[in-house]
């Protein structure tokens, strides 16, 4: 079994900055992609791709937030880090990680961690 945990959410003022963490822990014996999406309440509840790193070090972005968030991780430690700068209120969201990863047995799936709340309001 593959567990994924975000932590690093918290209320936090417009024009300042977060940073978000996940970790994927338990049986993994690989991973690739690694990437954070963001959900607000709203028509739909769609979860909104924010940023996306592959094991390689290869980064996407969502055209709102390119050039303010910086994703990156660490594969020894199977952890990926989202720096965000500049925070916008519409920016407030439940943020959640997502890793692709091999569980025992060699299947490989996507496993998604339980979110964290950012809130952006001054």
């Known amino acids: 079994q593959v567990h994924v945990v975000e932590s690093g959410g918290g209320l936090v003022q417009p024009g300042k900055s977060l940073r978000l963490s996940c970790a994927a822990s338990?049986?993994?014996?690989?991973?690739?992609?690694m990437e954070w999406y963001r959900q607000a309440p709203g028509p739909g509840d769609l979860r909104e791709l924010v940023?996306?790193?592959?094991?390689?070090?290869?980064?996407n972005y969502g055209a709102s937030v390119k050039g303010r968030f910086t994703i990156s991780r660490d594969n020894a430690k199977n952890t990926m880090m989202l720096q965000m700068n500049s925070l916008k209120p519409e920016g407030t969201a439940v943020y959640y990680c997502k890793a692709e990863a091999e569980g025992n047995g060699g299947t490989w799936g996507d496993y998604w961690g339980q979110g964290t709340q950012v809130t952006i309001s001054s």
């Open positions: 338990g049986s993994i014996e690989a991973m690739s992609a």
């Open positions: 940023a996306g790193i592959t094991r390689g070090g290869s980064t």
